[in-house]
């Protein structure tokens, strides 16, 4: 089992960048896929990215594709979303989430453990 720690919200203007980590703690972080979701008021949870074990492949949606880079320290339980060009449509509350591999999924549905959630609010 692993519990996640998210940190690093705030608020920002349009353009600027926010660094987002979430701390994991609990046994064989290293096994575990790596993701960060995010949900607006009033709407689902959604796909952000996500990164293999080893931290060598990553994943995104259209909406965040260079803009947006997860990474992963093993040494550091430690996953990492940097966050650049910031817009108003990112505003959300992001998740960070953990699956046991090999699968890099997409869905919430996929995912067993999460964290608590940490408020981003980019203002125009």
């Known amino acids: 089992q692993v519990q996640l720690v998210e940190s690093g919200g705030g608020l920002v203007q349009a353009g600027d960048s926010l660094r987002l980590s979430c701390a994991a703690s609990g046994r064989s972080f290293s096994t575990y896929v790596m993701a960060w979701f995010r949900q607006a008021p009033g709407k689902e949870r959604d796909f952000v990215a996500a990164i293999t074990l080893s931290g060598g492949t990553a994943y995104y949606p259209d909406s965040v594709k260079g803009r947006f880079t997860i990474s992963r320290d093993n040494a550091r339980n430690t996953v990492y979303l940097r966050m650049n060009s910031l817009k108003p449509e990112d505003t959300a509350v992001y998740y960070c989430?953990?699956?046991?591999?090999?699968?890099?999924?997409?869905?919430?549905?996929?995912?067993?453990?999460w964290g608590q959630g940490t408020q981003v609010t980019v203002s125009s």
């Open positions: 989430a953990a699956k046991k591999a090999p699968s890099v999924g997409r869905s919430v549905r996929e995912y067993d453990y």
